[in-house]
């Protein structure tokens, strides 16, 4: 078994919410950084099934990416804190993988599936998660994407303009993780 570390600095993780409703085509469809998170990978290349990650994100991290007005910006943001994650009475997102099914794909290559837990906003559910994983020497590489519904977790799709644009429940993650052996 091989452990690494997640470098987030090296590392790139984010959520893209959708617009819908009966103004939907005049709305922004966000894209959200993720900036804030750690965690440890255990990999074992002669049995990946037995691998396994956790993730830890600090909710207060997330933040609106795209090119919108301060003042917009600044009411995405304060409405994600305060009203959809509750950042002050959840401060951490945690996904803890429980085992990996993967393929060898090539030298240092696979392709697979984690199956893990993922607790957000208070509640604890089971979360698939695609990935392809890379190794190159001490850095293991691991990208792929999932979707998550709000509804899921109990969190309220937010909605503005007296509910004529509001986000649709399901969110996409995508992710580009670098880790470092420890």
């Known amino acids: ?12 993780f984010t959520v ?13 469809n966000p ?4 900036r804030d998170f750690e965690g440890e990978i255990s990999f074992n290349p002669e049995a990946v099934e037995l691998s396994s990650m956790r993730l830890v994100i600090r909710s207060t991290s997330l933040a609106v990416t795209d090119d919108v007005r301060e003042k917009d910006r600044a009411e995405i943001d304060r409405a994600m804190q305060e009203e959809v994650l509750e950042s002050e009475s959840f401060p951490e997102i945690v996904y803890e993988s429980s085992g990996v099914s ?5 030298e240092g290559q696979y392709w697979g599936a984690m199956n893990g837990n993922l607790m957000l906003h208070g509640v604890q559910r089971s979360q698939p998660v695609s990935v392809r994983i ?8 691991a990208t792929g ?3 998550v519904r709000q509804s ?3 969190i309220r799709p937010v909605s503005a303009v007296g509910g004529t644009i509001k986000l649709k429940d ?10 470092r052996k420890t």
């Open 145 to 147: 994407d999932f979707s």
């Open 1 to 12: 078994m091989v452990q690494y570390s997640i470098d987030s600095k090296d590392s790139t």
């Open 102 to 106: 993967a393929s060898k794909i090539g």
């Open 170 to 179: 399901e969110l996409k993650f995508s992710f580009d993780i670098t880790a």
């Open 31 to 34: 894209t959200i950084a993720i």
């Open 16 to 28: 893209r919410a959708f617009a819908t409703g009966l103004l939907s085509t005049f709305a922004h």
């Open 134 to 141: 890379a190794i190159n020497g001490d850095v293991l590489r």
């Open 152 to 154: 899921d977790y109990e």
